[in-house]
Each structure stands twice: as structure tokens, then as C-alpha cells.
């Protein structure tokens, strides 16, 4: 068997949050001939995970726990956990993602091994974290001098981090990528999906597919709603997501005050993500800041045309066919799905289309992977690759 170059990545844990889908799915797609993986999580999977068992069910991917208790007493028997693994496994490149990265520059500069931190935030504005989320990214900032390679998903992330000061010998962005295996059109799961929400037959459906968390700005999804519902009475809208009850209670109150309180759907519960999309017209991104939104990659990729508003790389994701318009302006999302409404037939299905192919062209999971090894592989010289390891 040809020698591999071992890869260590570190994430806290495989809730299938964002992040944590994208190293699942980079995991996935890795050349088994080329790349040894290990992908090991402080935390043990608990009710929540549900990309553990995903996981551990890659033929070609080993998993590991750190055991780690909640809190910042767990690093006294995490870490030295962590240390005996990358010795053990012979790990050659060390690729941390959120609170994995610190930790892996301190055992990476200890062992003398290349140190990669996988960065997924995009804003500097501060305000909106918490004081120790803020100390951490200062730590961040002045320990980047010591990193080797940083990957950000996004232009965005690259370019505020660098106005924070932020500095490595390397900076590079290598985009989300989408299972378009996966995430495909299907009008059958969506018209079982629209039937499960009792929409009304060809009622169009716009949706936002978001966590209840302020930075999403569903108010002015709905207060756009309330505006498309004025020309568009037969039109029904979701909102898919998880969030505090609070604030759940609050975009319900404000439907209820805009008199659409009929007409907008915030279905709970676990829900099959490819029916969702499917069952959509159309879908929106609200957001006042984002990064590299999956939900639009994985909407297009289902062939669902998008209105986001222009935050991080959303532009450069949707390209030409998506409507992009200014964050917080709820009469410009409306006139936008307006146009989308008003558009005929075969040109939806081209938009569609066309929107699918951009994802399938350019965003794929296997872009991310072949872009993501060839990073890596430039931190290990061709004679540092070493003979298989005999086991976990």
C-alpha cells in the first residue's frame, strides 16, 4: 500500500451544526490513497449528535473521543489525551476548527508538526459576542504568527480577520462544499412535504432556512412577507429552524401584528432537509452577516432559485442566478421574490437549472476535498510520508 500523509483534525464535537458537516463531509471525500484521517472531538456523542454514527461509519476514517467534561477543568485530562494520540497515531499535520485550534498550536509547536486552524467566522464586529467568545479571538489574532496554514471558507473571514491583524505564514480560502448526491431536485419528497404543512396546490412557498438567532434577521423576512402578501395573496411562507422559545414567541407576535400570522409556518421538530428545499419556490437569506451560508448552496443545489442579502460570499455563491439585495431592507427582498414570482415558466426552470449546475460545477464536496488536500499536502514533504500505522 503506498505511504499516506496522516492528517489529525480537531473539532469540539459532530453536532451537525455547519461546520461540523463540512469536516464530515471533507472527511468523507479525502483520497484514502493519499490521506490517513483521524478525526477525533473533545466531547462524547450525546442525544443531540447525529453525524457520530455518520462518522463512524466511514470505512476509511478513524474516530476518537477526547472524553473531555464540560468546562475548562476538562483540558487538565484532555489535553494530555490529545498528546498521546497525535503520538500514537503518528499524525503529521494538525487541523483544528474552533476551540480545537489553540490547542493543537501549543502540542503542534511542542512536537515540531505543521499546525493548520480551520476559521469559519467572517464578522469583526465583536459586539455581538460574548466577552470570553471576544477574548479567545484576541488570543487567536496574536498566536496566528505562529501557524502554519489558516483555511478560511469564505473571502469575507480572510479579509476581516487580516483587518483584525490576524497573521500566518499562510491564509487561504477553500469555499464550502455540497453534496449534490445528496441535496438534488425531487418533486416528489416536496410535494409530500408541502402536503404535510397543508400548503394550498401551487401555492407559491418561499422559506428561510435558519437557527432563531437575531444575526438571521427573520423580522425582516416576515415583514417582507407581509409586504409580497399585499400582491400575492395565495403565497405561504416558512420559517425552519431551531432557536429560543423567546424569540420563536416574538416572530410569531410579529406575524400576528402584520395580519400574516395565517400564512407563515414555523414547523418544530427534525425535518428531512432535502424535502424542505424541494418544497420551496423560493428561497431567502436574510441575514445581517454570514460567512459562506450552506442554506444557499444546498437550496441551489435542489434547483431553488435564491433572494439573499449580500453578506460574506453569499454574492459570489448564487452568482448570476440568485437576487442579491442590502441587508435589513424587507421592501427589497419583496420586490425581488416579486420579479421571481412574475418570471414565466421556463425561465424559473432555466434559473433553476442553472442554478444547480453552479453548484455542481464549482461548490461540490469534491472540490472542497481536492482543494483542502492540496493545501495539506504542501506542508508535508514527499519523504516525510510514513509506512501505515498498525492500528487505533
Not at 76 to 88: D, E, K
Not at 193 to 210: F, M, N, T
Not at 232 to 240: H, I, Q
Request: proline share 7%; hydrophobic share 45%; with cysteine.
Amino acid at each position: 500500500m503506498p505511504s499516506r500523509t496522516r492528517i489529525l483534525f480537531l473539532i469540539p464535537s459532530l453536532v451537525a451544526n455547519g461546520a461540523e458537516r463540512q469536516l464530515y463531509e471533507l472527511a468523507r471525500c479525502m483520497d484514502p490513497d493519499r490521506f490517513e484521517v483521524h478525526l477525533v472531538v473533545y466531547y462524547d456523542p450525546g442525544q443531540e449528535e447525529n453525524l457520530w454514527a455518520d462518522a463512524a461509519r466511514l470505512p476509511d476514517v478513524r474516530l476518537h473521543s477526547l472524553h473531555k467534561r464540560r468546562g475548562a477543568l476538562g483540558y487538565l485530562t484532555a489535553l494530555p489525551r490529545l498528546l498521546g494520540l497525535i503520538l500514537s497515531t503518528r499524525a503529521q499535520v494538525l487541523h483544528g476548527y474552533m476551540d480545537g485550534n489553540l490547542p493543537l498550536l501549543l502540542l503542534g509547536r511542542l512536537l515540531g508538526k505543521p499546525v493548520v486552524w480551520g476559521i469559519r467566522r467572517t464578522s469583526k464586529d465583536q459586539s455581538r459576542s460574548s466577552p470570553l467568545s471576544n477574548r479567545l479571538l484576541k488570543a487567536g489574532i496574536w498566536c496566528s504568527r505562529f501557524v502554519d496554514l489558516i483555511i478560511f471558507n469564505s473571502e469575507a473571514g480572510r479579509t476581516n480577520h487580516a483587518a483584525m491583524g490576524m497573521r500566518a505564514a499562510r491564509m487561504e480560502v477553500v469555499v464550502n462544499g455540497f453534496d449534490v448526491a445528496r441535496f438534488r431536485p425531487d418533486p416528489a419528497q416536496g410535494a409530500a412535504q408541502r402536503e404535510a404543512w397543508g400548503i394550498p396546490a401551487g401555492a407559491p412557498l418561499i422559506g428561510i432556512v435558519a437557527r432563531f438567532n437575531p444575526v438571521k434577521d427573520h423580522p425582516t423576512f416576515i415583514r417582507a412577507a407581509a409586504r409580497l402578501a399585499q400582491s400575492w395573496p395565495g403565497a405561504r411562507f416558512v420559517c425552519v429552524g431551531e432557536g429560543p422559545e423567546p424569540y420563536l414567541a416574538s416572530l410569531r407576535e410579529l406575524a400576528a401584528s402584520l395580519g400574516i400570522a395565517d400564512r407563515v409556518l414555523f414547523p418544530a421538530g427534525h425535518l428531512g432537509m432535502t424535502a424542505v428545499y424541494n418544497a420551496l419556490s423560493f428561497l431567502v437569506l436574510s441575514s445581517s452577516d454570514e460567512g459562506f451560508p450552506n442554506v444557499l448552496g444546498e437550496a441551489m443545489a435542489c434547483g431553488v432559485p435564491c433572494v439573499t442579502t449580500r453578506v460574506g460570499d453569499a454574492q459570489a455563491l448564487v452568482g448570476p442566478f440568485g437576487l442579491v439585495v442590502e441587508p435589513g431592507d424587507a421592501p427589497a427582498i419583496a420586490e425581488a421574490l416579486t420579479v421571481l414570482l412574475q418570471e414565466p415558466a421556463q425561465a424559473r426552470a432555466d434559473r433553476a437549472q442553472a442554478s444547480r449546475a453552479r453548484i455542481c460545477a464549482t461548490f461540490s464536496v469534491e472540490a472542497l476535498a481536492r482543494n483542502t488536500e492540496r493545501l495539506l499536502s504542501s506542508l508535508v514533504a514527499p519523504a516525510a510520508a510514513l509506512p501505515p500505522a498498525g492500528g487505533n
